[in-house]
Nanobody, 119 residues
Framework: QVQLAESGGGPVQAGDSLRLSCGASGSTVYIAAMGWFRQAPGNEREFVAAVRWGGGSPEYADSVKGRFRLSRDIRTHTIYLQMSELKPEDTAVYYC????????????WGQGTQVTVSS
């Protein structure tokens, strides 16, 4: 099993920047991909960004492309989400997720961290 722990959320103003972190522990050798999802009140959880652990460029949702950047530290199994030009519609609980080799979907989740953007 993989355990994920997020940090870095909080209240910000529109136009501000914020960086989220997520560290993985446990059976990290089985991680095939890591990423971020978010869920706003009344909405379903949606994809934000993800990267294959073996290499390649991160993928982004259209709504955050150009404003958010996902990076990773392979040595510590940590990913970061640098969020810039934040908008009120970015307000959500942000979840870190990991997908194991052979899994068809992300199958490990963090507890979530709240990001609140006020106008």
């Amino acid at each position: 099993q993989v355990q994920l722990a997020e940090s870095g959320g909080g209240p910000v103003q529109a136009g501000d920047s914020l960086r989220l972190s997520c560290g993985a522990s446990g059976s990290t050798v089985y991680i095939a991909a890591m990423g971020w999802f978010r869920q706003a009140p009344g909405n379903e959880r949606e994809f934000v960004a993800a990267v294959r652990w073996g290499g390649g460029s991160p993928e982004y949702a259209d709504s955050v492309k150009g404003r958010f950047r996902l990076s990773r530290d392979i040595r510590t199994h940590t990913i970061y989400l640098q969020m810039s030009e934040l908008k009120p519609e970015d307000t959500a609980v942000y979840y870190c997720a990991a997908k194991s080799y052979g899994a068809s979907a992300f199958n490990s989740w963090g507890q979530g961290t709240q990001v609140t953007v006020s106008s």
